[in-house]
């Protein structure tokens, strides 16, 4: 009979077929999968907390050169808000499903049961956590290969993206001269993956809800709610 050893490296040897991969170093794939909430209440042990850190800067390196080579004639306003349409926790949620990353996470008993598997944040996380893996445990052009396969079609999309959403609605309101704030309305989970929901307030229409792993990221995900109410985004 298996036991949850046995059981998880099934699941880790599952996710690097359909990642092509082969972990030369298979404790560093663990611990790229291993959520803080395993530790709670005991002497801190390895998560992917160190990793994702470096996984952000490997993903924003790649994504940065492949903009600079795919928009020759642009310069670094017009980059901009295609990078951030790139690397954010949502581009990286999207990329851990794409991958099924959620399968082989390590999670508490209590995070399991309030859906850790599924959190936008905490995919996010461990999507940047895998990258900086695939880095350490074989080199760039590896975590760079996975960066294209699973991110698909996001980097055709954001050759439409022109502006981020906070400056269009920023630009639209003035342009109507109203009156744009944000206000936060809530935040939850630990420490380590915070959930905040932000409103975006414009002077004489309702206010518009959005929710991300950090107040930037709500406060995108509202504006860009408000415009396409709108109309004035796709």
Known sequence: MKGP??????????LEKRIGYVFKNRALLREALTHGSVHEGQK???????LEFLGDRVLGLCVAERL???HQTEQEGELAPRYN?????????????AAGLGEALVLSPAEEAH?????????GDICESVIAALYLD???ETARAFITRFW?????????????AKTALQEWAAARKKHLRYVEIGQSGPEHAPH???EAHVEGFEPVRGEGSSKRDAQRTAAEAFLKARGERG
């Open 68 to 70: 600079l080579a795919e």
């Open 85 to 97: 349409a790139l690397v954010n926790k949502h581009a990286c949620a999207a990329a851990a499903r």
């Open 44 to 50: 801190r042990s390895r998560d992917y907390d160190r």
């Open 5 to 14: 050893a046995a059981d998880h490296d099934a699941k880790l040897a599952a």
């Open 152 to 164: 698909g079609t996001a980097f055709d999309d954001a050759k439409g993206v022109l502006q981020d």
């Open 196 to 198: 905040f929901i932000i």
């Open 115 to 123: 859906g850790g598997r599924q959190k936008e944040a905490i995919l």
């Open 138 to 140: 074989a080199d760039l």
